[in-house]
């Protein structure tokens, strides 16, 4: 019960817990939880913040699945997101979100993007394998997107293809 406590408290102080101790399943081959937020700060502003339905975890990376989640900008929310699986470097805090991502925008605007990577050193989203943004009539696609810790200005690159319909 003590290396248990050790690993959870070991999680908790490399990612930041925002909700109540989850509901503990299985601790054959690590941690293994069920409703667990993470999220991450600059000073006193929460960067982003995702919920996971269900989190594996050993003591150097964890497994999240059933993830929703917010992006904010200067402590307001601004984008809402949905993926299916993220894997997060205990280490470093460092988050992959390796089958993809959907953002919705508060202006209604929605971005689709197959990979998503938070680095935390850098405090930044890098998205790749194909990004899709759709607001309004306008439509951009490119191969990456690099999205900063204010959350305001997503930029795409590479092979960038903008279509915008009357």
Do not use: C
């Not at 293994?32 to 600059?42: D, I, L, P, Q, V």
């Amino acid at each position: 019960m003590k290396k248990l406590l050790a690993i959870v408290l070991l999680l908790t102080a490399h990612i930041s817990v925002a909700q109540q101790v989850p509901k503990i399943e299985n601790f054959a081959s690590g941690l293994k939880a069920h409703g667990t937020s993470y999220s991450a700060f600059s000073g006193k502003n929460k960067l982003w913040e995702i919920h996971a339905k269900k989190i594996e975890s050993t003591q150097e990376k964890a497994k999240a699945s059933g993830i929703t989640g917010t992006l904010y900008s200067t402590g307001k929310p601004r984008y809402y997101m949905k993926s299916p699986v993220a894997f997060i470097n205990v280490a470093t805090n460092d988050i992959f979100f390796p089958e993809g991502v959907i953002l919705h925008g508060k202006q209604g605007e929605e971005v689709t993007v197959s990979t998503l990577t938070w680095r935390a050193k850098e405090k930044k989203f890098y998205g790749a394998k194909g990004v899709v943004m759709v607001h309004l009539n306008t439509k951009v696609q490119g191969d990456r997107m690099v999205l900063d810790q204010t959350m305001k200005d997503i930029r795409i690159k590479g092979h960038v293809k903008a279509e915008v319909k009357p």
